[in-house]
C-alpha cells in the first residue's frame, strides 16, 4: 500500500479517535455531577475565598480520612 | 487556618513585579526605537554597529518575551499559587529560599543574556538565540522554578488544584520539553578546540531544524504568551470582580483542548516552505480548530462578567482584563485565518504578521500583567490604587496605541503582500521592491506612533505602582474584591 494512502488513514482514524476522547471527557464531567459524586462549580470559589483563614473548598485531610 | 499569625508571604512576587515593569520599559522601549528604525532608516547609524535593527530586534523580542512575560509569570505564580492552595511560603524556609534564588538567577542570567545579544553572541534561530552558556543557565532557572510549583503544592491545605495552577503547570512542563529539544547544540569549541567557546551549532540540519525550530517558535507562543495568561486571568478576573468563572467545566474542557490542539499547529509558520505537505496541511487544519479551545477560554472569561457589567465601567482593571480576552479573541481569530494555505501565501513575510503578533501580544498578554500587578499592589503594600484617573487614561492611550499599531499593519501588510505578487499583462512583475516601501512609509510612522503610546503607558503605569507603593493612603484590611482606587 503507498505510505501516503497509510498517512492519510492513520490521520482521518486518529482525529475520529481524538473526537471521541474528547466527547467522553465532556460526559465523564457532567455524569459525575449528575450521579452527585463532584460538584466542578464549586471549584469556582476557590479564587475568590483565598484568604489564608478561610476553609478549604476540599481539605487535604478529609481525602486522607476518606482512604483510611 | 491553624496559625492566625501567618500571612501570605509577597516577597518574591514583589521582586518579580519590580522586574516586569523595568523589562517592560526596556524591552518596550527598544520596540519603539525600532519601529521608528524602520520608517526613519537614519535612525539605524545613531550608535554604530549596536543600535543597528538587526542587533536590536531579537534584544526586543527576547526582552518582551523572556523578560516582561516571564517575570509577569513568576510574579503572578508567586502571589497566586500561595492563595489558591492556602498555604504561605513563609511557612517553608526552603520553599522561600529556592523563590529567592530563582529571584537572583534569574534577574542576573537575564542581564547576561541580554548583553551576550548585544555583543552579537547568538544562535540566530528565532526566539531561542541565546548560545549555550545561558541555555544552561535557562536550564537552572527552570528547575528552580519547578522546585518552588511542585513544592508548594506539596504542603497545601485545598485538596484539589485551582484551574489557574493547571495552566502554571503545563507553562512549566511544556517550556522545559520545548526549549531543551529546541536548543540541542554542539558547542564548537568543546568539540574541535578552536574558534569561539561561546558559539554552537545546532544539532539539527535543513529542513529538520526548521521544523523543530517552529515547532518550538509556536509554542512558546502557547506556553509563553497564552498557557500562563489564561493562568491569570481565571484567577484575576473572577477574584476582581467577585464572580466565580461562569463555568468550570468549560475552563477544564478547554484546558484539554488546548493542550492537545496547540502542539501539531506549528506547521502553519512553514506553509509553503519544504516541509513535507502533509505536515504543512495538518498544522493548517489544526490552527483553525484550535479556535474552538481559545474561544472557550475567552467566552468563559466574558460570561464570567454575566450580568456584571457595570463594572466594567467602574472598574479599570476590569477594563483591562476584558479587553485582554477580547483582543485573545481576535488574535486567536485571526491566526487561523492567516494559517489557511491561500491567505499565507499573501500574509507570510508581509507586515501583517507582525500586526497580528501585537494583537496578541500588547493587546493580551500586556493587558493581562498590567491589570494582575496592579490587582496586587494594593494587597503587597496594604494601600489603595494611587490613581484611577491615572490608570484610567494609561488604559485609553494603551488601547489607542494596539489599534494604530495593528490597523497600520494591517493595510501595510496587504498593501505589501498584493504588491509582491502583482503583474502585467505579460506576467511580469508590476513593482520593485522599493515602490513597496515608499507606500509604506506612512504606515511604518503610524506603528511607531502607536507602539510610543503603548511605552507611555507603561510610564504611567510604573509611576502609578510606585506612588502605590510609598504614598497612598493606607487600608486597614486586605480588599476582598475590587481593589480600592483614589479618584
Ligand atoms: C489560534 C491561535 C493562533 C493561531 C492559529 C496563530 C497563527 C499564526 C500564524 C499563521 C502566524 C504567521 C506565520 C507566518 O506566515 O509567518 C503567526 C505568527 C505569530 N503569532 Fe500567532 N496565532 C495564534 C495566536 C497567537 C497569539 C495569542 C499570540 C500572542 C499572544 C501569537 C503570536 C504570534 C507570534 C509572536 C508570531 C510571529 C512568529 C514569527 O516570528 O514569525 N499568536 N501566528
Known amino acids: ?28 464531567l457532567y455524569r459525575s455531577e449528575k450521579k452527585g459524586k463532584r460538584n466542578y462549580e464549586k471549584y469556582g470559589k476557590m479564587a475568590l475565598d483565598d484568604e489564608l483563614t478561610s476553609p478549604p473548598v476540599e481539605p487535604l485531610e478529609e481525602h486522607t480520612k476518606e482512604s483510611r | 487556618m491553624q496559625n492566625p499569625a501567618i500571612e501570605y508571604d509577597y516577597t518574591v512576587a514583589k521582586w518579580f513585579s519590580y522586574l516586569a515593569i523595568l ?24 550608535a554604530g554597529q549596536y543600535s543597528l535593527f538587526s542587533r536590536l530586534r531579537p534584544i ?10 516571564l517575570s509577569g509569570i513568576f510574579a503572578t505564580w508567586y502571589y497566586v499559587g500561595q492563595r489558591v492552595l492556602k498555604v504561605s511560603m513563609a511557612e517553608s524556609k526552603f520553599l522561600m529560599a529556592v523563590g529567592k534564588l530563582h529571584f537572583w538567577l534569574y534577574f542576573i542570567g537575564a542581564l547576561l543574556a541580554v548583553g551576550s545579544l548585544l555583543l552579537r553572541y547568538t544562535t540566530s534561530k528565532e526566539y531561542a538565540q541565546f548560545e549555550w552558556p545561558f541555555d544552561i543557565v535557562v536550564v537552572l532557572i527552570w528547575v528552580l522554578w519547578g522546585i518552588s510549583i511542585f513544592g508548594l503544592i506539596g504542603i497545601r491545605r485545598e485538596k484539589t488544584l485551582y484551574i489557574s495552577l493547571w495552566y502554571y503547570i503545563a507553562t512549566f512542563l511544556g517550556v522545559a520539553m520545548l526549549y531543551l529539544f529546541n536548543n540541542m ?29 517552529w515547532w518550538y517558535g509556536h509554542n512558546a507562543v502557547a506556553f509563553v504568551f497564552t498557557v500562563p495568561i489564561i493562568a491569570m486571568i481565571y484567577y484575576y478576573l473572577p477574584k476582581e470582580s467577585g464572580q466565580p468563572v461562569y463555568s468550570y467545566k468549560l475552563s477544564l474542557l478547554s484546558f484539554w483542548g488546548l493542550m492537545f490542539v496547540y502542539l501539531w499547529a506549528g506547521g502553519h ?85 507582525p500586526g497580528h503578533v501585537h494583537d496578541g501580544t500588547l493587546g493580551w498578554v500586556g493587558f493581562m500583567i498590567i491589570a494582575a500587578i496592579m490587582h496586587m499592589a494594593p494587597r503587597f503594600y496594604k494601600r489603595e490604587i494611587y490613581s484611577k484617573k491615572l490608570l484610567e487614561m494609561q488604559f485609553w492611550l494603551q488601547t489607542t496605541g494596539i489599534v494604530l499599531y495593528f490597523s497600520s499593519m494591517w493595510i501595510a501588510g496587504i498593501t505589501q503582500g498584493m504588491m509582491w505578487r502583482a503583474v502585467d499583462q505579460y506576467g511580469n512583475l508590476a513593482y ?20 510610543l503610546f503603548y511605552f507611555i503607558g507603561l510610564f504611567m503605569w510604573a509611576y502609578n505602582f510606585y506612588k502605590t507603593m510609598t504614598a497612598s493612603k493606607a487600608i ?7 481593589s480600592p482606587m483614589a479618584a
Do not use: C
Open chain 1, 1 to 28: 500500500m503507498d505510505i501516503r494512502l497509510i498517512q492519510g488513514v492513520a490521520y482521518l482514524g486518529l482525529i475520529i479517535f481524538l473526537t471521541f476522547i474528547l466527547y467522553g471527557y465532556i460526559i465523564h
Open chain 2, 23 to 46: 523589562f517592560g520599559i526596556i524591552g518596550m522601549g527598544i520596540g519603539v526605537w525600532i519601529a521608528f528604525e524602520l520608517a526613519f532608516p537614519e535612525l539605524n547609524y545613531v
Open chain 2, 60 to 69: 526586543h523580542t527576547n526582552t518582551v518575551a523572556f523578560g516582561f512575560t
Open chain 2, 185 to 213: 547544540e554542539v558547542p564548537t569549541y568543546l568539540i574541535t578546540g578552536m574558534g569561539d567557546p561561546f558559539h554552537s551549532v545546532s544539532m539539527y540540519a535543513g529542513t529538520n531544524d526548521a521544523m523543530v525550530q
Open chain 2, 269 to 353: 509558520h512553514l506553509i509553503y516552505s519544504t516541509v513535507p505537505d502533509w505536515m504543512q496541511t495538518m498544522g493548517s487544519v489544526f490552527s483553525v480548530i484550535l479556535i474552538l479551545p481559545s474561544w472557550g477560554s475567552a467566552l468563559n472569561m466574558l460570561l464570567t462578567m454575566k450580568g456584571e457589567w457595570g463594572q466594567l465601567k467602574e472598574n479599570p482593571l476590569i477594563k483591562f482584563m476584558v479587553l485582554a480576552s477580547t483582543f485573545y479573541m481576535l488574535s486567536t481569530l485571526e491566526g487561523p485565518i492567516q494559517s489557511i494555505k491561500s491567505v499565507n501565501a499573501l500574509a507570510h513575510f508581509t507586515d501583517w504578521i
Open chain 2, 432 to 451: 520593485s521592491f522599493i515602490d513597496t516601501v515608499t507606500v509604506l512609509h506612512p504606515y511604518y510612522t503610524l506603528r511607531g506612533i502607536g507602539g
Open chain 2, 476 to 482: 486597614e484590611k486586605e480588599p476582598q474584591f475590587a
